[in-house]
């Protein structure tokens, strides 16, 4: 299995070598975490001086949190880990470097050469200036802004220290806390009042090594009567040297606005992945989060919607597919702080050659919110018996005026759907990837086509097991 | 040459109940037979062990396809050297769109030697092919697009196992109670649709309780399962004797098959 290389400490070791002989410049990259360090990551930046101090802050408060004692099992060692390595522009590693197996999955996803070099790290910049260009232009002339959220510091002050952290405070949990302390690159954007973006924003189009780093922030304001489909990540395994990723994404929803943020993620084998997402919805908004999660060692998700306002409405689908040496614990949350509020979860998980998979969801309807709606559904689909999953639903309830529903469901491949399909020429390989491939279904044809189109490619390499 | 199928003293588990008791029977290409009996005599049984359900433990005897031992085969390599049943209740497979199921399921029959993940039968030329095959069924083309016998109705599952069959054109049909939960306009045109696709130009094992099916595909043999074996075998005329008369004078005749066929039931009612 492709990731299976990234497992090794060697290969690992050989790499971070590369950055830390090769980086050139004012800064030297240094393992671990202290003060220091945030102070370097802020200078670098050349931030104002209330980024630095939250940075700081935010440290403490990492410093001061235990690990948490539920999820998965995290064995990481903070003080043997890069903050922040600058962009390499190509200079750090080398398409030699670049394992083989992960070159040959790139090749089966059809991966354009440009985008490649790029997603392995060789390149520091995604050469799509072009299509990307006459989009931007499209976009200013609304008044949209779509940045990096580094430059958005320093060309938006205004707007974004107004909701940075509003959502997601540092004191949230330990590892928005130690996003918060050391985050470099994200996504910002703002939509003005009433207007609709009417493709789906692709972080794809302006991924550069920074948007893409290990700590990304990202930061969503969707302004009154707006729209907008944001589509992060891409199917090509994330090939990283470091092993942690704790990104953060907070978006707000204003009032009759709509926002779907997709997800679709696929890491290698050694990530753990510990990202919170949370939304606020406010009056008749609409917030949907659409999460894929591939890969990687542990992932810890769960992408969440506050219905701030009467009338909101929070969805989210969540796929999580895990295999050999993966755990993911992901889910959903949604609180309903509102009366005439809407909530869904749609959660599907299948599990494979050892590979572990929980749900774990709370939905929680605060005093006040009455005449609230949720629902939620959890399938599994377990295609071995080495394999696991878990179900982790919590439920608190203050209303009595109230419909909450709950469905879960555990399968196996049948039996019977498997000769059924063996019967008629398919075989083993083909019939499992079938069945796998219409179990989540309802969640890809959510995707926007290209996506959904690679999701199906990706699940079958998945199934003959050529990738990790 | 003629295609053969041939069933030799075959015998069958469920578990550790012994369901086939010694079945004989060669089907030849081009051939029709019926094959009766009353419930739970071991009908559908002898058409899930030709197919190779993993539930269904031969325990002794041999099927050959063309001297090819059928036994030492996968379902799915049975189904590439043209072997297909219709089933009695097919499974569902939510998510899976029949067309998408169908293309792969005629591009591994027609090309037995394909590897996993070469091309698939060009889109356009499926296509027109499926569309054609439907409307002769007079199935709407939306039905293309729904996935496999999910929420389909009795009916709708029938017709979509003659589509298949029509599809796959194996060398030897078994068709399950094809017939069964149809309206008397659909068994009419299900009966027609198989003697079109199949009456001569494969050797057909019919499965029935009624007469209508039998009616468009009269059988050159017909065969009695009792007890799980097949206690009798006859021309048409057997069939329509059936048809009319039952199975009393049967039971009466081979009183052991018939403790084996009562024990059986006895069993299946205890679970
Ligand atoms: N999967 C199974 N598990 C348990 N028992 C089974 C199974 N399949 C068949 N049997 C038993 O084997 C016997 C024969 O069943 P079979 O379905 O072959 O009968 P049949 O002749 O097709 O009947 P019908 O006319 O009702 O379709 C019955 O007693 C049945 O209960
Ligand atoms: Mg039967």
Redesign the pocket.
Known sequence: MATDITESAELGEINKYNFRTETTGVFKAQKGINAEIVNQISDIKNEPDWMREFRLKSLEIFESRPMPKWGGDIDIDFQDIFYYLKPTNGQGRTWDDVPQEIKDTFDKLGIPEAEKKFLSGVKAQFESEVIYGSLEEDLAKQGVIFTDTDTAVREHPELLREYFAKVIPPEDNKFAALNSAVWSGGSFIYIPKGVHVDFPLQAYFRINAESMGQFERTLIIVDEGASIHYVEGCTAPMYSTESLHSAVVEVIVKKNARCRYTTIQNWANNIYNLVTKRAYAYGDATMEWVDGNLGSKLTMKYPAVHMMEPGARGEILSIAFSSAGQHQDAGAKLVHEAPNTTGQIISKSISKNGGRSSYRGLVRVEPGAHNSKNNVVCDALILDPESRSDTYPYIEIAEQDVQIGHEASVSRIGEEQMFYLLSRGLTEQEASTMIVNGFIEPLVKELPMEYAVEMNRLIQLQMEGSVG | MTHVLKIEDLHVN?GEKP?LRGVNLTINHGETHALM?P???????LGLAIMGHP?YDVTGGKISLDGKDVLAMEPDERAREGIFMAF?RPMAIPGVKMADFLRHATTNVRRPDRKEGEELIPMREFRKELKEKMSHLRMDVEFARRYVNDGFSGGEMKRAEILQLAMLQPKFALLD?TDSGLDADAVRLASESIAEIGQGKMGLLIITHHDKLLEHNPPEFTHV?LGGRLVETGGRELADELHENGYDRIRNAYPDAEAANQE??A??AAI
């Open positions: 469920v369901i009996g419930n739970g005599s071991g009908k559908s049984t539930g009695q109670e399962m059986m039931l069993e299946e």
